[in-house]
């Protein structure tokens, strides 16, 4: 039986040590990756380290550090592509720097954002990359500048005093879209989304409706939001077109809420472009395989994550300097659910 328990211990820095013939601090170095050590005592610590299967016990590597090699990473949710890959590509920054990415999701609550970064702070996160709910200015990065954390904020986020800030240029993206849609002849354009008070939000509108304004300033730009809530989005869309509102397009400020409006729109019997043209924010597999192919706004997941990692391991390696704000371009892609204003409501379609 001890022999037994014996087999199932793991084994330790000084069982290494012994079965190569040197001390646990050479050993310790070897692993740590310290250069000054003898070429044939270390080659005989890795022959050990192979021999017995050991690890490194990361707890007790960086509790001497007094930080892990832990990046924390909060979404507002894991079920949309975008925050999908984002969370791909930070998990994998990370890794190349020997980093492990422990990801959460707030699923929309700035009070459980808050908890889940108390969390990250007791764990000893070395830094975070934080998409908050809100903005910039909600509890969850006040908590993070109150407790001295290092952290970057991403996504729905324009800039700030305390943190760097990287996110898609959605102003000048929403104003391609209008562009697009009013030099195709659309005057009456209906935008929808979710998150009212979100930082991206407000920029998307703006940029959007600055733009159609600026083109044509008889247009006419409704706008339909609900906070976070699909429900909510869908019986105030529902509502709109129940009084007789017939915009020739639909820009849509968030995946769920193009969702939401082709849903509608299959309810009515209308069809993409003949009754109506939609356009939403953020690009899906889905979205290219229906048809018509939905046009899109494609956020930059890949060098929104590459520079946001890149500006937080520079702070985590100490340095100084005020927060910088980064704004990522995005592609604008016209599909076939675009095109000019058709003459009337598609045969069968309901008003």
């Not at 070897?30 to 050990?48: I, P, S």
């Not at 959605?170 to 209008?178: G, I, L, T």
Request: proline share 5%; hydrophobic share 45%.
């Amino acid at each position: 039986m001890a022999h037994r328990q014996d087999q199932l211990r793991r084994p330790s820095i000084h069982d290494v040590a012994s079965r190569a013939g040197v001390s646990a601090a050479t050993v310790s170095k070897v692993m740590a990756g310290v250069t000054t050590v003898k070429r044939e005592n270390a080659q005989r610590v890795f022959d050990a380290v192979e021999q017995l299967g050991y690890r490194v016990d990361p707890l007790a590597s960086d509790m001497r550090r007094a930080r892990r090699r832990i990046i924390g990473a909060i979404m507002p949710e894991f079920e949309s592509e975008f925050f999908g890959q984002m969370l791909t590509q930070l998990e994998s920054l990370a890794e190349q720097r020997g980093y492990t990415l422990v990801a959460a999701s707030s699923r929309e609550s700035e009070a459980r954002e808050t908890e889940i970064l108390a969390r990250m702070h007791d764990w000893r996160v070395a830094g975070v990359v934080l998409a908050p709910v809100r903005n910039e200015h909600g509890p969850a990065a006040a908590f993070m500048k109150a407790n001295g954390m290092t952290g970057v904020l991403i996504d729905r986020v324009l800039s700030d005093d305390a943190f760097d800030t990287v996110s898609a240029d959605s102003a000048s993206a929403s104003a391609e879209v209008a562009r697009e849609l009013l030099g195709k002849g659309h005057r009456h354009v209906l935008v929808v989304g979710l998150g009212e008070q979100a930082a991206t939000v407000r920029a998307r509108l703006d940029g959007f409706r600055a733009a159609a304004l600026r083109l044509a300033p008889d247009a006419r730009i409704d706008v339909v939001l609900a906070e976070t809530d699909v429900e909510p989005l869908r019986a105030r869309l529902r509502d709109y077109f129940a009084k007789g509102e017939r915009p020739t397009a639909v820009y849509s400020l968030f995946l769920k809420g193009t969702l939401v409006a082709l849903s509608e729109f299959r309810r009515r019997g209308w069809h993409c472009p003949d009754d109506i043209s939609l356009v939403g924010f953020d690009d899906a597999e889905w979205m290219q395989a229906t048809w018509p192919a939905i046009a899109a706004v494609v956020q930059p997941v890949r060098q929104i994550a590459g520079h946001a990692m890149d500006v937080l391991f520079a702070r985590i390696e100490g340095k100084q300097g005020p927060p910088t704000a980064r704004l990522e371009p995005c592609r604008v892609l016209m599909r076939e659910s675009v095109g000019a204003p058709g003459s009337g409501p598609h045969s069968g379609g309901r008003q």
